[in-house]
């Protein structure tokens, strides 16, 4: 039987923000500010690649009609993506890329350390793995962002610039969604209720120590990933992402 | 179930008794990690059992890193070390819960590490560690613990890249997860 239900959405909005991350990650291959930059990124990618494929291998059997971890990744069309907006957005400057990655990991790691509870016993090894993971990216963005804002007065004017860029894209990170709701309600993951006030401390906290200012809160708008309603730039990294699979189905090597 | 798992019968006629297990520990510590080819599969504990069922060996392995590109080389060198030694289909199964840590390299492995220019990792793995970072690295060269982190992230994802203060020479940490 096929279980495209909420249990499923959620997995899928987790696989495919860690996914869609980690590929805007990769388009720094052979253009990061330095070498070791350079790894970070593409190990944080990786580490989060690996995430997305453990999700996806759960959707997959729930979904159960013969699709793989591959084929939600390469074979969906950008209105059947769950990502947060925000991972979507273009890497921009170091400055929005690190902001994005801070963004991004703040909220990881607060959720994973809930859902590390989860009585879904899926979900619960998934997320205490990708948890270690991800302490570690957390610390590396932070330090990062502390860096360029408390840093020369460009640095923390290109910080100040990547923050008003990607603000407005948090909503979704401190959002309450029905279908969280409802998934708490029956069990199967903890209440995520703590989560938007987990995030926000961790921004106020860091961004205090880079003398940066925290900005109101955002408000929602039209675009909504739960929606499949996607900024423009998601269809074009699928463009770029599915191209091989998409040309040539079930190529291997 | 595996195609002739059912005909197949074990080459050496193996029952699975203790002296079978036995065997199968031992042919897995000669599994090497493809990336650090001085540690086997049981010195990084990643091999979290090993039993017999229905005639047939299975090994139950946790992966290290969620994507780490060696998972399933690692896993098919287990099975075709294991079908070398005359184990027939042995199966390998994944594990993701309790997650891989550091605290389950063995003494050893970590002797080889250290021996072979790595730095092994320091302290165990509790959320305090992880979120501090680790304070004092000891350079694997010349023993000095005067070291720096020049990259929180190394050649690997389960290394960070460090340099010794004293001898002067980079090296690859093993991070404590």
Not at chain 1, 192 to 198: A, I, K
Not at chain 1, 202 to 228: C, H, I, Q
């Amino acid at each position: 039987m096929t279980k495209y239900d909420e249990l499923t959405e959620f997995l899928l909005r987790l696989g495919d923000s860690s996914l869609i991350h980690a590929q805007r990650l990769c388009e720094w291959t052979g253009r990061a500010p330095a070498l070791e930059e350079e790894m970070g990124m593409m190990n944080v990618g990786l580490d989060l690649v690996g995430q997305a494929r453990n999700w996806y291998e759960y959707a997959a059997e729930r979904i159960n009609d013969g699709t793989d971890a591959d084929a939600l990744a390469f074979r969906r069309d950008e209105r059947a993506f769950r990502n947060l907006l925000l991972v979507e957005q273009p890497n921009g400057d170091f400055a929005v890329t690190m902001t994005k990655q801070f963004f991004f990991d703040a909220w990881q790691f607060h959720l994973l350390t809930l859902l590390k509870d989860a009585k879904d016993e899926r979900i619960a090894a998934i997320a205490a793995k990708s948890l270690k993971e991800v302490t570690y990216h957390l610390r590396r963005s932070s330090q990062w962002v502390e860096r360029l804002g408390d840093g020369t007065e460009e640095s923390h004017q290109r910080m100040e610039k990547a923050i008003d860029v990607l603000w407005r894209f948090t909503f979704e990170l401190v959002e309450k969604s029905d279908t969280e709701l409802a998934l708490s309600e029956s069990g199967s993951i903890p209440a995520l209720t703590e989560l938007p006030e987990q995030w926000r401390a961790t921004v106020n906290e860091v961004f205090a120590k880079a003398t940066l200012t925290v900005p109101d809160a955002p408000s929602t708008f039209y675009l909504s990933a739960r929606t499949g309603m996607h900024s423009e730039h998601l269809g074009i990294l699928l463009a770029e992402m599915q191209f091989l699979q998409r040309a040539y189905p079930d190529a291997s090597w | 179930m595996q195609a002739g798992e059912l005909i197949t019968t074990d080459q050496q006629g193996r029952s699975g008794n203790e002296a079978d297990i036995q065997l199968a520990y031992d042919v897995l510590e000669e599994v090497m990690d493809p990336e650090v080819p001085v540690v086997s599969v049981m010195d990084l504990g990643i091999v979290r059992d090993v039993s017999w069922a229905n005639g047939h060996l299975n090994v139950v392995v946790t992966p290290t890193y969620s994507g780490c590109p060696a998972t399933e080389y690692i896993e098919t060198s287990i099975r075709d070390a294991l079908h070398e030694a005359g184990f027939s289909h042995p199966k390998v199964l994944q594990r993701l819960d309790p997650a891989w840590t550091t605290d389950w390299i063995t003494e050893q492995g970590r002797n080889r590490l250290k021996a072979y220019g790595i730095a092994p990792p320091v302290g165990s793995s509790n959320k305090r560690s992880l979120l501090s970072g680790v304070t004092q690295v000891e350079c694997p060269n010349c023993g000095s613990d005067d070291t720096e982190q020049l990259s929180e992230f190394g050649s690997t994802a389960c290394k960070s890249l460090y340099r010794c203060k004293s001898c002067l020479e980079p090296f690859d940490y093993f991070k404590c997860i």
